[in-house]
């Protein structure tokens, strides 16, 4: 049961940081659907930068710069261009898929270099997306940054007249964001799963997407929504553990993305809108452009 | 950039000049060598009809636009405005037409955003403690913790001067500054704005009518047309018509011939009807009257009291919570607008820009949208452009529209006269019943009276109309019944030529007569 438990939270770390980082782009109105594509780069050059130099700094640190490096991409697109955010985000993750399945493919197995030690038997990676939850809701809420971050999601223009230079806040975000989803899917591949395989990812960039609705914007929320997914998807790998006997593990697999249905649907209500509609970022997946 | 060039000036000395500012636009000349002058502690008003250019040359003065021509002075020093920020560095600050603010934020989230000294931690407490001080000099009152679209305009209005001043500015720009206000409000305001012209900052509002604000608070008023400087002069010497005259080119007549029609039989019926409001309260509730042939029903009141949700209602543009409605004794209540349009209903809304129009469309497309589905402008199933030109290019000359060409995008008109397009295309289509928001917002002088004789003269040839607005003239004017609302319901039904205008005003505020009439 405690395995159970631990094995949960390193779930939920990577939908943390992951869903962490797509919504930092959110609320300064960019919005990333290639998540998953961001990760599959960060999990595969992070592996094989491991792999070849035998070190998981290297990995990690090679993870997040190809993440940063896709966010200042989707940026490019984005912002300057002006272009549709969805599309470049759905570019992202084909893009992401097809060339990290072809890059990734000589180095099929298992990592081989040792696992990371844990601290108190779970993943230090777990305390330190907790760490970063708390920072990216103290910066947003509480500092200058975070009120601009805030405003230029909600209302470039008016940030602008105020002063903000919309076009650096928001490249700062996706830049941020992206190094995140590629950390997110290096901390995948060298600490949760440490083996490449053919589309090893099944979904998780997705999941973490749908997490920044469902969290409505919000760090605190966001934390929630995932360690309830990280159970939820621990518990689809080995029912077994928790309720022999009940259902096949495909049912139990599909549970996240069931639960996603349905909070999608609940948001669309009107009567949630009414509710809830304001944490929305007003400028969310639309391009500014200066007068 | 030169920072503190206005710290510390005094009374009286020039706070801001221009020198020959010049601004064109494709096909238009908007500012024509403008010379311009203020000094501290003076309320400079800028006079001039709708699209003479006061919009443009405040942005050129707040770093917006570039101008092609000219100078600009800051106490004495020549300066370059390259964006909003120089300006605001410089002690310029600025309230726009179109309220700039984040409306899901704090009003103290809104004023500090962006300031150099807002720290990077924000220390809300003692900015706000500031900020209350402030509010205290010059008699402001607001909820600083209020999330700002919960706000009326008059409050938001209030927060964009705060954030000006927060910031230090020195010259306080203000662009229509009435226009969204009811009277009492409109008080308050001018008040506020000659204490802060005790205190040697040098105000300018920018005003295209209301000409009796400006002979009230002003000490100089320079008047703009076409892009051109027409008068100067000490408000002192000024007089309502004759500025009237020198913004417009022509005498004004204030006065509108009410016409005598004798009313006929009731074309819009209306029981007990309620509304939900945006935010899912009852912001309508429970209003009975009828609109009949060649009368004006106007609606006094002062904005988000529930005349908005009424005209929406009207218009099928949202589900009315309760309570029936009756065009021409058929229960039209949930019929969707298409068949209230081709009853005869026409429909003016109040937000030009997000409603009334689409920007990035013609003129032409705009006023195709009120005729679709006429049969006189459709030919098998197809628009008939042709034709439609031709109507757009009558409708310019006639209601004067200051454009280009019926093929000019709709964005690119200045908001008065975005205002009279929407207006010339529904009464084109001779409604029988015209539910009309705030027809006259934004219109100059000129445009107000023609405006007004149009809606008499469809109320001659046999209209009926609703006619919802705040500015109590109007309603005087027009109407020939008059239905104060408050916070939903009618305080009344009073006959307007035998009711005083205070009564009327203080019903608007909620104030119930003693005995109702019918
Ligand atoms: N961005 C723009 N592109 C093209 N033309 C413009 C633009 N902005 C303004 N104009 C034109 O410049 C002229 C002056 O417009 P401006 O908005 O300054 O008028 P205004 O005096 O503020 O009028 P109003 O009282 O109607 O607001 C108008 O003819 C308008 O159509
Ligand atoms: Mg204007």
């Not at chain 1, 992070?46 to 190809?66: D, E, K, P, W, Y």
Request: proline fraction near 4%.
């Amino acid at each position: 049961m405690f395995e159970f438990l631990a094995r949960s939270l390193e779930a939920s770390t990577i939908f943390t940081l992951a869903a962490l980082g797509e919504l930092v782009g959110q609320r300064s109105g960019i919005l990333n659907v290639g998540v998953e594509g961001v990760m599959l780069f960060g999990a595969t050059l992070g592996f094989i930068a491991a792999q070849v130099t035998g070190s998981f700094l290297i990995g990690f640190l090679v993870g997040i710069l190809i993440g940063g490096l896709l966010g200042l991409l989707h940026g490019f697109f984005s912002i300057t261009l002006g272009g549709d955010q969805v599309v470049s985000g759905m570019g992202i993750w084909i893009f992401g898929f097809g060339l990290t399945t072809y890059i990734g493919n000589p180095f099929t197995g298992p990592l081989g270099m040792g696992r990371i030690p844990k601290l108190w038997g779970v993943s230090p990676f777990f305390y330190l997306s907790i760490m970063l939850i708390v920072l990216t809701r103290f910066v947003l809420t509480r500092t200058s940054l975070g009120l601009k971050i805030r405003s230029v999601g909600e209302n470039p223009a008016v940030a602008e007249v105020s002063g903000v230079n919309v076009t650096k806040i928001r490249y700062l975000c996706v830049t941020v964001s992206g190094m995140l989803m590629g950390f997110a899917g290096a901390v995948y591949s060298l600490d949760y799963n440490p083996v490449w395989n053919y589309n090893f990812l099944m979904g998780w960039g997705f999941i973490a997407l749908a997490l920044v609705f469902f969290s409505m914007w919000n760090p605190l929320i966001l934390l929630g929504g995932s360690l309830l997914f990280g159970a939820l998807w621990q518990l689809s790998l080995n029912p077994q553990l928790v309720l022999p006997g009940v259902l096949s593990r495909y049912v139990w697999r599909m549970a996240p993305f069931a639960i996603t249905v349905v909070v999608l649907m609940l948001m669309s209500t009107r009567w949630f809108r009414r509710r809830w509609g304001a944490a929305k970022p007003e400028a969310l997946a639309r391009p500014y452009a200066k007068e | 950039m030169q920072k503190g060039l206005l710290a510390g000036i005094k009374h009286g000395e020039a706070a801001l000049e221009t020198r020959g500012i010049t601004k064109r636009f494709p096909g238009v000349l908007a500012n024509d060598r403008i010379d311009f002058e203020m000094k501290a502690g003076e309320i400079h008003a800028i006079l001039g009809e709708n699209g003479a250019g006061k919009t443009t040359l405040m942005n050129i003065l707040f770093g917006l636009y570039q101008p092609d021509e000219g100078e600009i002075y800051i106490g004495g020093k020549p300066v370059k405005l390259r964006s909003p920020l120089d300006a605001i560095d410089l002690g310029i600050g600025m309230v726009h037409q179109n309220r700039k603010l984040v409306s899901a934020h704090t009003v103290l989230e809104n004023i500090i955003l962006g300031h150099p000294n807002a720290g990077r931690i924000l220390n809300l407490r003692r900015t706000a403690k500031e900020i209350e001080e402030l509010c205290a000099r010059y008699g402001f009152k607001l909820d600083l913790n209020a999330k700002v679209w919960q706000l009326s305009e008059g409050e938001k209005q209030v927060v964009e001067i705060l954030k000006a001043l927060y910031r230090g500015a020195k010259i306080l720009i203000l662009d229509e500054p009435t226009s969204a206000l009811a009277p009492p409000e409109t008080k308050k305001l001018l008040a506020s704005i000659q204490a802060m012209a005790r205190d040697d900052l040098a105000i300018v509002p920018f005003i295209t009518h209301k000409l009796p604000v400006v002979l009230a608070i002003s000490n100089r008023v320079t008047v703009l047309r076409g892009g051109r400087v027409t008068a100067r002069l000490e408000t002192a010497h000024a007089t309502e018509k004759g500025l009237a005259k020198e913004m417009v080119g022509r005498e004004v007549i204030f006065k509108i011939e009410r016409a005598q029609v004798t009313r006929g039989k009731p074309i819009l019926q209306v029981e007990n009807l309620s509304a939900l409001g945006n935010k899912g309260f009852l912001a309508l509730k429970g209003v009975s009257f009828s609109v009949h042939e060649g009368e004006i029903l106007g609606i006094a009141g002062v904005s988000g009291n529930g005349q908005y949700e009424l005209a929406e209602v009207l218009a099928g543009l949202r589900k009315a919570a309760g309570g029936r409605v009756l065009l021409d004794e058929n229960d039209i209540t949930h019929a969707g607008s298409l068949a209230r349009w081709r009853h005869g209903m026409g429909y003016v809304p109040s937000e030009r820009v997000d409603v009334g129009s689409i920007g990035d469309f013609s003129l032409v497309e705009n006023v195709t949208m009120n005729f679709y589905f006429d049969e006189r402008y459709t030919r098998r199933g197809f628009i008939d452009y042709r034709n439609l030109g031709k109507l757009t290019e009558e409708l310019i000359a006639e209601y004067n529209v200051a454009a280009p060409g019926p093929d000019t995008p709709a964005c690119s008109l200045s908001g008065g006269n975005l205002q009279k397009i929407i207006l010339a295309r529904v009464l084109s289509r001779k409604p029988r019943l015209l539910i009309a928001n705030l027809p006259t917002q934004g219109l100059d002088v000129g445009a107000t009276e023609f405006v007004r004789n149009k809606l008499m003269a469809a109320k001659k040839a046999g209209a009926g109309i609703l006619l919802i607005s705040e500015d109590l003239d109007e309603i005087l004017a027009l109407s020939d019944r008059i239905a104060p609302i408050y916070e939903g319901e009618f305080m009344g039904l009073l006959a307007a030529e035998q009711t005083p205008r205070e009564r009327v005003g203080a019903m608007m505020a909620g104030v119930r007569p003693e005995e109702p009439k019918p």
